[in-house]
T-cell receptor, first 114, second 111 residues
Framework: NAGVTQTPKFQVLKTGQSMTLQCAQDMNHEYMSWYRQDPGMGLRLIHYSVGAGITDQGEVPNGYNVSRSTTEDFPLRLLSAAPSQTSVYFC?????????????FGDGTRLSIL | DAKTTQPNSMESNEEEPVHLPCNHSTISGTDYIHWYRQLPSQGPEYVIHGLTSNVNNRMASLAIAEDRKSSTLILHRATLRDAAVYYCILTSGGGADGLTFGKGTHLIIQP
């Protein structure tokens, strides 16, 4: 029972490099989202998707792109990495669009930008 | 978004019940009360949620005040594995919103 799978678990980048954080879920969930968590803080929403082909911005979208070509996958792209993007990134999914449904989270990607 | 207020930290002994409070005085009639927890170096984990009535599941119980301005997460018999940050979060029922996390309550369990 895989749930939400994130890869890689750890990554170190240099400023200006680009990369894609992968997220896949095997629960056929419509809703997927990306959060970042800075030290000692709660999670903040970056982007979300309510279904394949539909994405929208969250609280902190600048510097990140997303796309949703399939129900299963929701990759997060950093176009030009900056030290301020050093954080732990979590992907989540839930069944249905209604926000009262529980969300399932991956184990995170720990990203350091030098 | 309606906000929640939780104590920064709480401490309890192993095998004793734990009551984690949450105040949400500006809650609206359609807001659900969710609890998540985050163990060290892991993603958040759903614990329980409710609207008006008290709720029980295999992990915990949720007691909701009659006026809905506060709620309490109850761990009936804490274990060392329950040591985590617990987040109380409000969500509106019909929207496509994400979760708004505060700093939560850091629960420490003493053996």
């Amino acid at each position: 029972n895989a749930g939400v799978t994130q890869t890689p678990k750890f990554q170190v980048l240099k400023t200006g490099q680009s990369m894609t954080l992968q997220c896949a879920q095997d629960m056929n969930h419509e809703y997927m989202s990306w959060y970042r968590q800075d030290p000692g803080m709660g999670l903040r929403l970056i982007h979300y998707s309510v279904g394949a082909g539909i994405t929208d911005q969250g609280e902190v979208p600048n510097g990140y792109n997303v796309s949703r070509s399939t129900t299963e996958d929701f990759p997060l792209r950093l176009l030009s990495a900056a030290p301020s993007q050093t954080s732990v990134y979590f992907c989540a999914s839930r069944s249905g669009r209604a926000s009262n449904q529980p969300q399932h989270f991956g184990d995170g990607t720990r990203l350091s930008i030098l | 978004d309606a906000k929640t207020t939780q104590p920064n930290s709480m401490e309890s002994n192993e095998e004793e019940p734990v009551h984690l409070p949450c105040n949400h005085s500006t809650i609206s009639g359609t807001d659900y009360i969710h609890w998540y927890r985050q163990l060290p170096s892991q993603g958040p984990e759903y614990v329980i949620h409710g609207l008006t009535s008290n709720v029980n599941n295999r992990m915990a119980s949720l007691a909701i005040a009659e006026d809905r301005k506060s709620s309490t997460l109850i761990l009936h018999r804490a274990t060392l594995r329950d040591a985590a940050v617990y987040y109380c979060i409000l969500t509106s029922g019909g929207g496509a919103d994400g979760l708004t996390f505060g700093k939560g309550t850091h629960l420490i369990i003493q053996p």
